[in-house]
């Protein structure tokens, strides 16, 4: 048989989850539960922020968790895939400014 003393010296080492020390916070969260959400919604405004500084852009916020070295790799060649795709359409736009004028200044003579 257990004293109260025993009886509340087991309680005492129930860890912070504990079905009794929620009931004994009316049912609120743990310190560390409540550090765990409040790190959670922070992270949430702090990226919230980035996008918007950023003009919204998805891509203009940086990352925020771990990536492993298979996703930073692939993620390496999609960045570099974007960026020749980009060179391509400011290539051909230079092309086009250069070879459409100059068709256009012909059809102009042929007009006199």
């Not at 509340?8 to 310190?31: D, F, V």
């Not at 795709?85 to 059809?107: G, I, L, M, N």
Request: aromatic share 6%; charged share 35%.
């Amino acid at each position: 048989m257990l004293s109260s003393y025993e009886l509340l010296e087991l309680c005492n080492q129930l860890p912070a989850q504990s079905a009794l020390k929620t009931a004994i916070r009316g049912g609120e969260w743990s310190e560390e539960e409540a550090m765990r959400a409040l790190t959670a919604n922070e992270t949430s405004s702090l990226r919230a922020i980035l996008q918007v500084v950023h003009g919204g852009k998805s891509g203009a916020k940086p990352p925020l968790v771990f990536r492993s070295v298979s996703e930073r790799e692939e993620r390496e060649e999609i960045d570099e895939a974007i960026e020749e795709a980009r060179e391509s359409v400011f290539d051909f736009a230079d092309f086009t400014s250069k070879v459409v004028p100059q068709q256009v200044e012909s059809d102009d003579d042929e007009d006199e």
